[in-house]
């Protein structure tokens, strides 16, 4: 009788638990897999550096161009070829999607924070759509366009052994963006981000960030003097 009583719990037990994940499935699954459109993502030639933003799967969700929000999306984005990818469970395969058809995704990187990128239209050299990382959100965006290049440096073998001078290189592009006034290309250091402005603002910003103690040094000093100085109601001459 103490046999079969445990059997019986054993069952519920079991199938309690497959309902609740059933359940926490669907919770999440707000969409259907069939509105991602895109094509299988071919592999990339194994060269020297990294031609991902982010190495591993990161969990995010994309925002379609209707609007509509798809969660619970395991994604990559390849700065190489400005191409954000996905896991589809189902198939299963990697999915490059249709960059037409998104506003933008995000995704939760190693080190918990998260990365909003927006899909726009950009009329600079090399026109077309791209997706820009969105570095500050405001009257005045700051973006970073997170290209990656393929380029030579000096010989070396690579995984089999074949000699070759080839390796993929970051090559990142900061802009100011307006929609009245279009992108205006900056670099993250203080000479540049200074003449940004207009030459009777360029004194007083400078007091503003010494007071702040902020040494715009590397990309993160750099975003926040740029939210220090934005606060301050300074505007970029485009």
């Known amino acids: 009788m103490t046999t079969k009583i445990i059997q019986i719990l054993f069952l519920f037990l079991a199938c ?15 969409w259907g897999h069939e509105k991602i459109k895109g094509t299988r993502q071919l592999p ?24 509509e929000i798809a969660d619970s999306l395991y994604l990559r984005y390849s700065s190489f070829k400005d191409e954000l990818i996905y896991y589809n469970k ?13 506003k933008g995704f995000s995704f ?18 090399m026109k077309g759509e791209r997706y820009f990382e969105v570095l500050s959100d405001g009257e005045t965006d700051l973006l970073v366009y997170r290209k990656v290049s393929l380029g030579t440096t000096l010989p070396y073998k690579d995984a089999k052994g074949i000699l070759t001078d080839l390796a993929y290189t ?8 307006a929609p009245a006034n279009g992108y205006t290309s900056v670099r993250p250091n203080w000479p ?11 004194k007083p910003i400078k007091k503003l960030l010494r007071k ?9 000093s750099f975003i926040l003097a740029w939210k220090v100085i934005e606060k301050e109601g300074y505007k970029v001459a485009f």
């Open 192 to 202: 540049s981000l200074i003449a940004k402005f207009e030459k009777t603002d360029q």
């Open 170 to 177: 970051n090559d990142y592009q900061f802009y100011f963006y």
């Open 90 to 102: 189902h198939i299963p395969a990697q999915i490059v999607i249709d960059k037409e058809s998104l």
């Open 16 to 30: 309690s638990f497959t309902k609740t994940g059933c359940a926490q499935e669907t919770m999440n699954i707000k």
């Open 44 to 67: 990339y030639a194994a060269y020297m550096g990294f031609p991902f933003l982010n190495n591993n799967w990161a969990p995010g969700k994309i925002e379609f161009a209707d609007g």
């Open 108 to 125: 939760v990187d190693d080190a918990g924070k998260t990365r909003i990128f927006r899909e726009q239209y950009y009329d600079g050299y």
């Open 212 to 220: 702040n103690r902020i040494r715009v040094s590397d990309e993160e």
